[in-house]
């Protein structure tokens, strides 16, 4: 501890131990607060990993926690110690929403992400000009550049590291078929696809159109995998966000939706046949 040091995963560690001591006191959330006479929104947000906690708070919930292991007493101070200041996207912090702010501390502990996206390229995936190309009829033109780099220095955490997650992506067809900036922009997004694919810790397949409509054909969503905790599922949109923790049930039928369309995508050398095919007819424009 701190696992890195970026507070976001320091606050994260706070939430996944602290939750599995009040657990393991059956002690409520509500009972919690009473005891210390906190109000409950503190103990959620705690919780949620969605703020700082200071080091006097954090000794509070040991003590009533009863956590007795020395070890992990200084580890939880000194997350709460990592817990505060600026994360690595404070740089773009106006063009970073609540709701993203809280997927993108989480996504920085995830040891595997799985995404799908029906339309467009996934932005992990993108390259600089199809991400500006993309962008550019829903963006300020001042925004744009920034917004670009946003996307390039998450995909530099998480697909150059070599400590990064896996990731698992399930392109549609409809997303490479569809010519963002143009032929060139498009053969080298291609181009750029096929590279990722071959990294050992990334793959990528591509649903065709035969698939017909599943239960995400509408609706883009990202599954985050831990080894400490339960899937997190992102609903993308205009107004995306974290689902509830409580909702399994919407969590399991994603990740059953995504085990459905991946056996139904086109993997490996069929794969990149598909992508050489696509490219070929862009060459012919």
């Known amino acids: 501890m701190p696992r ?3 507070p976001s995963l320091n606050r994260r560690r706070l939430r996944v131990e602290l939750r599995k001591a009040r657990y393991k006191c059956g002690l409520t959330k509500q009972q919690t607060a009473n005891a210390l006479d906190w109000s409950l ?4 947000r705690i919780e949620a990993g969605a703020v700082s906690v200071s080091v006097t708070d954090v000794r509070a919930l040991i003590q009533q926690y009863e956590i007795t292991d020395p070890t992990l007493i200084g580890e939880l101070e000194d997350a709460a110690r990592g817990s505060k200041g600026p994360s690595w996207w404070a740089s773009w912090g106006n063009l970073v929403s609540p709701q993203y702010a ?17 339309i467009v390229i996934p932005g992990l995936l993108e390259t600089e000009d199809y991400a500006t190309a ?8 001042g925004d ?9 220095a998450r995909q530099e955490r ?6 990064g997650p896996r990731v698992e992506v399930v392109l549609d067809e409809a997303a490479v078929r569809r010519v963002i900036g143009g032929p060139k922009v498009m053969r080298q997004q291609l181009e750029h696809l096929k590279t990722l ?7 990528i397949r591509l649903l065709p159109f035969t698939m017909g409509a599943h239960f995400s054909t509408l609706s883009p969503f990202v599954l985050l995998g831990f080894q400490d905790d339960d899937d997190l599922l992102y609903l993308e949109g205009p107004n995306g966000g974290l689902s509830n923790r409580d909702d399994l049930d919407l969590t399991v039928r994603y990740q059953e939706c995504f085990a459905d369309i991946s056996d139904n995508a086109y993997d490996g050398d069929r794969m990149i046949e598909f992508l050489d095919t696509v490219k070929e007819s862009l060459d012919n424009d």
């Open 41 to 44: 929104s503190k103990i959620m």
């Open 134 to 141: 993309l962008l550019t009829p829903v963006s300020d033109s």
């Open 4 to 6: 890195d040091i970026d």
């Open 158 to 163: 998480y697909l150059d590291s070599d400590s």
């Open 102 to 118: 809280q997927y993108l501390g989480y996504e920085g502990a995830a040891t595997s992400i799985r995404m799908h996206h029906p």
């Open 197 to 203: 694919a071959r990294r050992p810790r990334v793959r």
């Open 144 to 152: 744009i550049r920034r917004s670009v780099e946003l996307r390039i």
